[in-house]
């Protein structure tokens, strides 16, 4: 596709309950991330996709975070049991060449729009 | 732990004059990358200028420029000729530039720019 996409745009739902957020890279680039940005703050880092694989989940804040790339494209992030503070915007990002420092620079993440969840 | 600080908030500038973004950083690695992304009220990450931190040429892109001072870890943003549509907020980045491992970025807290017409 064109751009980084993320359905749905908003997501409301109950304390307890179960969510599913879905991003769709840019065509052919193999490196996925989810970032979350509270409001007022800058997006933090979530889990990093290489391929179908996450390569580093070292920022999923507790285990009903769980995220999955079964094909290395389409990447959903599932949240169980969702508490009210994990309202934020879920933001995902792709891109093509990660951990490049050549002479070409650095690869360049490119972000979707985000989905806005609210826990009510 | 790399850590980036961003101590403005919110700036304002009036359309067509030239406003700088404060951006400090911490870091104990030599060799890495530093980022300016816009985020407009739309939400969408949007890269305005990036630099590598071996070399020693500021970035330049268009309006845009940065003003990298190595040593004292500051990376500051200045934006010349300001546009209503520069409005946004304004994040600073740092990526890691190991080969393995992970890449992620770590972000600041963000500015607030206002452009007054």
């Known amino acids: 596709g064109a751009g980084v996409s993320q359905t749905p745009s908003n997501k409301v739902t109950e304390k307890g309950k179960y969510v599913e957020l879905r991003c769709d890279p840019i065509?052919?680039?193999?490196?996925l991330y989810w970032y979350r940005q509270s409001l007022g703050q800058g997006p933090e880092f979530l889990i990093y996709f290489q391929g179908t694989g996450a390569a580093d989940d070292s920022g999923l804040p507790n285990d009903r975070f769980f995220a999955v790339r079964p094909e290395g494209s389409v990447s959903t992030l599932k949240i169980q049991r969702t508490e009210r503070g994990d309202s934020a915007v879920y933001l995902c990002?792709?891109?093509?060449?990660?951990?490049?420092?050549?002479?070409?620079?650095?690869?360049?993440?490119?972000f979707g729009p985000g989905t806005r969840l609210t826990v009510l | 732990a790399q850590t980036v600080t961003q101590s403005q908030p919110e700036m304002s500038v009036q359309e067509a004059e030239t406003v700088t973004l404060s951006c400090t950083y911490d870091t104990s690695e030599s060799d890495y990358y530093l980022f300016w992304y816009k985020q407009p009220p739309s939400r969408q990450m949007i890269l305005v200028i990036r630099q590598e931190a071996y070399k020693q040429q500021n970035a330049t892109e268009n309006r845009f420029s940065v003003n990298f001072q190595k040593a004292a870890k500051s990376f500051s943003l200045k934006i010349s000729d300001s546009q209503l549509g520069d409005a946004a907020m304004y994040f600073c980045?740092?990526?890691?530039?190991?080969?393995?491992?992970?890449?992620?970025?770590?972000f600041g807290t963000g500015t607030r720019l206002k452009v007054l017409a």
């Open positions: 065509s052919g680039h193999t490196a």
């Open positions: 980045a740092y990526r890691s530039a190991r080969t393995s491992g992970t890449y992620k970025y770590i």
């Open positions: 990002a792709s891109s093509s060449r990660p951990g490049l420092a050549d002479l070409g620079g650095p690869d360049t993440q490119y």
